[in-house]
Protein backbone atom coordinates (compact mmCIF):
# COMPACT_ATOMS: atom_id res chain seq x y z
CA UNK A 1 0.00 0.00 0.00
CA UNK A 2 1.64 3.01 -1.08
CA UNK A 3 1.31 6.68 1.03
CA UNK A 4 -1.92 7.63 -0.90
CA UNK A 5 -3.98 4.40 -0.69
CA UNK A 6 -3.34 4.49 3.26
CA UNK A 7 -3.99 8.31 3.39
CA UNK A 8 -7.39 7.91 1.46
CA UNK A 9 -8.10 4.30 3.04
CA UNK A 10 -12.21 4.09 3.36
CA UNK A 11 -13.59 3.88 6.57
CA UNK A 12 -14.67 0.81 8.44
CA UNK A 13 -15.29 -0.64 11.63
CA UNK A 14 -13.18 -4.09 11.80
CA UNK A 15 -14.73 -6.74 13.74
CA UNK A 16 -12.84 -8.93 16.15
CA UNK A 17 -14.29 -12.53 17.03
CA UNK A 18 -12.60 -14.36 19.73
CA UNK A 19 -10.45 -17.43 18.39
CA UNK A 20 -9.60 -20.64 20.77
CA UNK A 21 -6.44 -22.04 21.12
CA UNK A 22 -6.80 -24.69 18.50
CA UNK A 23 -7.93 -22.13 15.61
CA UNK A 24 -4.70 -19.86 16.39
CA UNK A 25 -2.72 -22.59 16.15
CA UNK A 26 -4.62 -23.80 13.27
CA UNK A 27 -4.33 -20.85 11.20
CA UNK A 28 -0.61 -20.40 12.17
CA UNK A 29 0.39 -23.64 10.79
CA UNK A 30 -1.58 -24.34 7.82
CA UNK A 31 -0.97 -20.94 5.99
CA UNK A 32 -0.90 -21.45 2.65
CA UNK A 33 0.90 -19.01 0.68
CA UNK A 34 -0.14 -17.45 -2.93
CA UNK A 35 0.67 -19.16 -6.10
CA UNK A 36 3.50 -17.27 -6.34
CA UNK A 37 4.83 -19.81 -3.49
CA UNK A 38 3.07 -22.91 -4.86
CA UNK A 39 3.86 -24.84 -8.17
CA UNK A 40 0.94 -24.75 -10.32
CA UNK A 41 1.02 -28.89 -10.88
CA UNK A 42 -0.51 -31.65 -9.31
CA UNK A 43 2.16 -31.21 -6.07
CA UNK A 44 1.18 -29.34 -3.21
CA UNK A 45 5.07 -28.34 -2.63
CA UNK A 46 4.93 -24.72 -0.56
CA UNK A 47 7.11 -22.25 -0.14
CA UNK A 48 9.78 -23.69 3.28
CA UNK A 49 8.89 -20.85 5.98
CA UNK A 50 12.41 -20.54 8.37
CA UNK A 51 12.21 -20.73 12.16
CA UNK A 52 12.86 -17.03 12.05
CA UNK A 53 9.67 -16.28 9.74
CA UNK A 54 7.87 -18.78 11.91
CA UNK A 55 8.72 -16.72 15.41
CA UNK A 56 7.98 -13.20 13.37
CA UNK A 57 4.71 -13.68 12.81
CA UNK A 58 4.05 -14.53 15.96
CA UNK A 59 5.70 -11.47 16.86
CA UNK A 60 3.34 -9.54 14.92
CA UNK A 61 0.31 -11.60 15.71
CA UNK A 62 0.95 -11.08 19.58
CA UNK A 63 1.74 -7.04 18.78
CA UNK A 64 -1.94 -6.96 16.35
CA UNK A 65 -3.43 -8.52 20.10
CA UNK A 66 -2.36 -5.74 22.09
CA UNK A 67 -3.44 -3.15 19.42
CA UNK A 68 -6.86 -3.83 19.34
CA UNK A 69 -10.12 -4.00 21.16
CA UNK A 70 -9.62 -7.77 22.70
CA UNK A 71 -10.93 -7.97 26.13
CA UNK A 72 -8.34 -8.90 28.86
CA UNK A 73 -8.89 -12.68 29.06
CA UNK A 74 -9.41 -12.58 25.55
CA UNK A 75 -5.80 -11.44 25.15
CA UNK A 76 -4.29 -13.67 27.98
CA UNK A 77 -5.80 -16.51 25.96
CA UNK A 78 -4.56 -15.28 22.74
CA UNK A 79 -0.84 -14.67 24.22
CA UNK A 80 -0.70 -18.17 25.73
CA UNK A 81 -1.57 -19.81 22.92
CA UNK A 82 1.14 -17.74 20.90
CA UNK A 83 3.51 -18.83 23.66
CA UNK A 84 3.05 -21.99 23.29
CA UNK A 85 3.71 -22.31 19.79
CA UNK A 86 6.59 -20.50 19.98
CA UNK A 87 8.18 -22.73 22.27
CA UNK A 88 7.40 -25.14 19.86
CA UNK A 89 8.71 -23.66 16.99
CA UNK A 90 11.85 -22.69 19.23
CA UNK A 91 11.71 -27.04 20.05
CA UNK A 92 11.97 -27.83 16.31
CA UNK A 93 14.81 -25.39 15.35
CA UNK A 94 17.03 -26.53 18.65
CA UNK A 95 16.15 -30.00 17.60
CA UNK A 96 17.05 -29.52 13.72
CA UNK A 97 20.34 -27.47 14.73
CA UNK A 98 21.11 -30.81 16.70
CA UNK A 99 20.80 -32.73 14.13
CA UNK A 100 22.78 -30.76 11.84
CA UNK A 101 25.91 -30.35 13.94
CA UNK A 102 26.08 -33.89 14.59
CA UNK A 103 25.57 -34.44 10.76
CA UNK A 104 27.96 -31.95 10.08
CA UNK A 105 30.79 -33.53 13.10
CA UNK A 106 30.67 -36.78 11.14
CA UNK A 107 31.36 -35.76 8.12
CA UNK A 108 34.31 -33.70 9.23
CA UNK A 109 35.59 -36.56 11.60
CA UNK A 110 35.12 -39.29 7.94
Not at 69 to 93: G, S
Request: charged fraction near 30%; charge should be negative; hydrophobic fraction near 35%.
Amino acid sequence: MDLEEYINYPEKKDTHEVLSDKEILDLATNHKFENKNVKDNDSTEMYQISYQEALNAIEILGQYIMQNDFNEMAQFEHNKALLKLQKEIRKLRLKAFKQTSIKTYFELVN
